[in-house]
């Protein structure tokens, strides 16, 4: 069993049972995906008659289990172990939020069946997956067990929420419903499509297979504004824009691009307040919006290259890939 902490049962027993607050899951099966709030279960099942505890812990079994066991809550006892995440800090400080912010599943369940469509028709060879929502008291969003998605709602109650008033505004912005389908798909593309680096990788190669992952989200959950891709406000993505050809020729000037320091690299695309060294005016992950401006001027060039395609290795590690783009930027 292969565990990923980064970013499908359908289970019609327990969706009834749920339906009371629930709501329509969709106007249309083939628009929604199956959403089970092991949360709220989690937190009723104190309360459960005997009988009604039997029957959640047979049809969730293995979900419960691993979220269990994920959660570092596990006796050996399913029930017990239950009762005992339901008395935990995580749960007394964030359960009623979390029931605030989502008393019905309908909107996440479209989203995710469109990240479902999508995937099934960009990405075939993935597996299908399932979805549970929960309460978690780590930093990771999104949490992996096989083909089984669990969703820390918790870390989704909105930029302003006071939970997250101590966070830099770069951590805070991304803490809302839309970037929930965003992190999925990108926690399920980083298990199935990891970086693959060569004997001496440089920081191009992984700018440009973090551009490509971050393509490849775009295609699965059909947003496209490039802000939003990127988890930066507006003014943000502004910045990066004026002073892309700037940093550009910095990174070139400086041996950025051919630098096979990986720790700068990674450092370069990963969520920070600024992107240093380049600029303390650049936003965070300028790495990543340097590759993601790669792959697509690739793409203009290359229309029919297809997605999984630009995920390989022989497309990122190729020293011709930054050529044939044709990426200069104009500023």
């Given at each position: 069993?292969?565990?990923?902490?980064?970013?499908?049962?359908?289970?019609?027993?327990?969706?009834?049972?749920?339906?009371?607050?629930?709501?329509?899951?969709?106007?249309?099966?083939?628009?929604?995906?199956?959403?089970?709030?092991?949360?709220?279960?989690?937190?009723?099942?104190?309360?459960?008659?005997?009988?009604?505890?039997?029957?959640?812990?047979?049809?969730?079994?293995?979900?419960?289990?691993?979220?269990?066991?994920?959660?570092?809550?596990?006796?050996?006892?399913?029930?017990?172990?239950?009762?005992?995440?339901?008395?935990?800090?995580?749960?007394?400080?964030?359960?009623?939020?979390?029931?605030?912010?989502y008393p019905?599943?309908?909107?996440?369940?479209?989203?995710?069946?469109?990240?479902?469509?999508?995937?099934?028709?960009?990405?075939?060879?993935?597996?299908?997956?399932?979805?549970?929502?929960?309460?978690?008291?780590?930093?990771?969003?999104?949490?992996?067990?096989?083909?089984?998605?669990?969703?820390?709602?918790?870390?989704?109650?909105?930029?302003?929420?006071?939970?997250?008033?101590?966070?830099?505004?770069?951590?805070?912005?991304?803490?809302?419903?839309?970037?929930?389908?965003?992190?999925?798909?990108?926690?399920?593309?980083?298990?199935?499509?990891?970086?693959?680096?060569?004997?001496?990788?440089?920081?191009?190669?992984?700018?440009?297979?973090?551009?490509?992952?971050?393509?490849?989200?775009?295609?699965?959950?059909?947003?496209?504004?490039?802000?939003?891709?990127?988890?930066?406000?507006?003014?943000?993505?502004?910045?990066?824009?004026?002073?892309?050809?700037?940093?550009?020729?910095?990174?070139?000037?400086?041996?950025?691009?051919?630098?096979t320091d990986?720790?700068?690299?990674?450092?370069?695309?990963?969520?920070?307040?600024?992107?240093?060294?380049?600029?303390?005016?650049?936003?965070?992950?300028?790495?990543?919006?340097?590759?993601?401006?790669?792959?697509?001027?690739?793409?203009?060039k290359n229309?029919?290259?297809?997605?999984?395609?630009?995920?390989?290795?022989?497309?990122?590690?190729?020293?011709?890939?930054?050529?044939?783009?044709?990426?200069?930027?104009?500023?």
């Open positions: 069993m292969r565990y990923i902490l980064p970013s499908i049962l359908s289970l019609s027993l327990i969706a009834a049972a749920c339906s009371s607050k629930n709501g329509d899951a969709s106007d249309s099966a083939s628009q929604s995906a199956p959403f089970t709030r092991l949360d709220r279960l989690v937190e009723q099942f104190p309360s459960m008659p005997a009988q009604r505890q039997h029957v959640v812990v047979d049809s969730l079994a293995i979900p419960l289990y691993d979220y269990i066991y994920l959660m570092g809550a596990s006796t050996g006892n399913i029930p017990a172990s239950i009762d005992s995440l339901s008395h935990t800090a995580a749960f007394t400080m964030f359960g009623p939020e979390v029931e605030k912010a019905t599943t309908s909107d996440i369940e479209k989203r995710l069946g469109a990240l479902n469509a999508n995937m099934r028709r960009l990405t075939p060879s993935l597996p299908s997956y399932s979805y549970y929502g929960i309460i978690s008291p780590y930093r990771q969003q999104v949490m992996l067990v096989d083909s089984v998605v669990y969703i820390a709602l918790n870390h989704y109650l909105g930029a302003t929420h006071d939970a997250y008033s101590t966070m830099p505004e770069y951590a805070r912005f991304t803490k809302t419903a839309e970037y929930i389908p965003l992190d999925i798909a990108e926690a399920v593309l980083s298990v199935e499509y990891p970086f693959k680096a060569e004997s001496a990788p440089t920081a191009i190669q992984y700018f440009i297979y973090e551009g490509a992952l971050l393509k490849a989200v775009s295609a699965l959950t059909g947003i496209n504004d490039t802000a939003t891709l990127m988890g930066w406000t507006p003014a943000q993505f502004d910045k990066a824009q004026t002073l892309e050809a700037e940093a550009w020729r910095k990174m070139a000037t400086d041996n950025i691009i051919y630098s990986m720790a700068l690299a990674q450092r370069l695309c990963a969520p920070s307040p600024a992107s240093q060294p380049l600029s303390a005016e650049l936003p965070g992950r300028f790495g990543r919006y340097v590759g993601y401006r790669i792959v697509n001027s690739f793409l203009e229309p029919d290259t297809a997605l999984t395609d630009i995920l390989s290795p022989q497309f990122y590690n190729n020293p011709s890939t930054l050529i044939n783009s044709g990426y200069t930027p104009a500023r």
